[in-house]
């Protein structure tokens, strides 16, 4: 392989995805940088400008020259950060939350209709070609945590939210098959009914794959969210995304109007306890229970929204909640 080689896939690619033209293709007033910054803001409820630049390895200069241009539009508020002071922390409003999930939905428009074009039988050779250019390019490369993408849920990621949490609570905890029917029916229940400005799903994404969920939903208690399904899967572990999926849940349960959120879990779940507890919140209540198998002591917890101004972010699985 020489470097033409790649070069010229680089143009063949480009021209695939239309990356000359994004903002066209899509049907959006948005080049396809553009797109990009408003993808990752709208995966994170609230960052900082100098974190999106790392993020993005974008110029100074150029990434601000954007945010003015979405300030104006009435896309993003920018503001003092709340961890820095020296910071500015950049917030999509609910035009650019409208219009970020515009351009996701014709961007899956758009691959959806470029993979229609490819014959079933070939499908699983992209795939894995796919996976050995990331592999083979990324390889000296450990994964960091800006390399995760917060993102809402695409089909089949609900069942992969079933599928991992058996799996993982079966092989570190010896957990039975009830485990696996309560998930089950939590994530149906939020499948078939759930009201989308109340109640969300975040997967972490790392290098195409998912590696962790939660989910937030109303609880019976007037004025509650609760907290529930909170994994991350092993192998993507210290990269902070627990941290980082409570505290986006915590974020939204505030800006919905939530005045607490509640959730439920066992002592087992030692790593997830100490995310629950750098976020505020306040083990209220426990008592042992027999289930899934194993003797465990359930532990409710409450974080007080009016109590704690902002969120703190660094990981693990969760349990039921």
Same mark, same amino acid.
């Given at each position: 392989?020489?470097?033409q080689?790649?070069?010229?896939f680089?143009?063949f690619?480009?021209?695939?995805?239309?990356?000359?033209?994004y903002?066209?293709?899509l049907?959006?007033?948005?080049?396809?940088?553009?797109?990009?910054v408003?993808?990752?803001?709208?995966?994170?409820?609230?960052?900082?400008?100098?974190?999106?630049?790392?993020?993005?390895?974008?110029?100074?200069?150029?990434?601000t020259?954007?945010?003015n241009?979405?300030?104006?539009?009435?896309?993003?508020?920018?503001?003092?950060?709340?961890?820095?002071?020296?910071?500015?922390?950049?917030?999509?409003?609910?035009?650019?939350?409208?219009? #970020?999930?515009?351009?996701?939905?014709?961007?899956?428009?758009?691959?959806?209709?470029?993979?229609?074009?490819?014959?079933?039988?070939?499908?699983?050779?992209?795939?894995?070609?796919?996976?050995?250019?990331?592999?083979?390019?990324?390889e000296n490369?450990?994964?960091?945590p800006?390399?995760?993408?917060?993102?809402?849920?695409?089909?089949?990621?609900? *069942?992969?939210?079933v599928?991992r949490?058996?799996a993982?609570?079966?092989?570190?905890?010896?957990?039975?098959?009830?485990?696996e029917?309560?998930?089950?029916?939590?994530?149906?229940?939020? #499948?078939?009914?759930?009201?989308?400005?109340?109640?969300?799903?975040?997967i972490?994404?790392?290098?195409?794959?998912?590696?962790?969920?939660?989910?937030?939903?109303?609880?019976?208690?007037?004025?509650?969210?609760?907290?529930?399904?909170?994994?991350?899967?092993?192998d993507?572990?210290?990269?902070g995304?627990?941290d980082?999926?409570?505290?986006?849940?915590?974020?939204?349960?505030?800006?919905?109007?939530?005045?607490?959120?509640?959730?439920?879990?066992?002592d087992?779940?030692?790593?997830a306890?100490?995310?629950?507890?750098?976020?505020?919140?306040?083990?209220?209540?426990?008592?042992?229970?027999?289930?899934?198998?194993?003797d465990?002591?359930?532990?409710?917890?409450?974080?007080?929204?009016? #109590?704690?101004?902002?969120?703190?972010? *660094?990981?693990?699985?969760?349990g039921?909640?």
């Amino acid at each position: 392989m020489t470097v033409q080689d790649i070069r010229s896939f680089n143009r063949f690619y480009t021209n695939v995805i239309g990356a000359l033209d994004y903002g066209r293709r899509l049907y959006a007033p948005y080049t396809l940088t553009e797109s990009r910054v408003l993808y990752e803001l709208a995966h994170a409820s609230r960052t900082d400008a100098a974190d999106l630049r790392a993020r993005l390895h974008l110029d100074a200069g150029y990434l601000t020259r954007i945010l003015n241009k979405f300030e104006e539009d009435g896309l993003v508020e920018r503001g003092p950060s709340e961890t820095d002071s020296r910071r500015r922390s950049v917030t999509l409003t609910p035009p650019g939350r409208e219009a #970020a999930a515009l351009l996701d939905e014709r961007a899956r428009q758009s691959v959806g209709e470029m993979l229609d074009t490819v014959r079933a039988e070939d499908r699983p050779r992209l795939a894995e070609a796919m996976r050995t250019v990331r592999t083979i390019l990324g390889e000296n490369r450990a994964p960091r945590p800006e390399d995760v993408v917060l993102r809402e849920p695409a089909p089949g990621d609900l *069942g992969w939210i079933v599928q991992r949490n058996a799996a993982l609570y079966a092989a570190e905890y010896g957990w039975n098959a009830d485990y696996e029917g309560l998930v089950a029916r939590i994530v149906a229940d939020y #499948a078939e009914d759930h009201d989308p400005r109340r109640e969300r799903t975040w997967i972490a994404e790392l290098d195409g794959r998912p590696v962790g969920c939660v989910m937030c939903v109303r609880d019976d208690a007037p004025g509650a969210a609760r907290l529930r399904l909170l994994l991350v899967e092993p192998d993507a572990r210290g990269l902070g995304i627990g941290d980082r999926l409570v505290g986006t849940l915590v974020d939204f349960a505030r800006d919905a109007g939530y005045r607490e959120v509640v959730l439920w879990t066992n002592d087992v779940l030692a790593a997830a306890r100490r995310i629950y507890r750098r976020h505020g919140f306040v083990l209220v209540a426990e008592k042992p229970h027999h289930s899934f198998g194993r003797d465990l002591v359930g532990q409710d917890w409450r974080l007080d929204l009016h #109590a704690t101004p902002g969120g703190r972010r *660094g990981v693990a699985g969760g349990g039921a909640g």
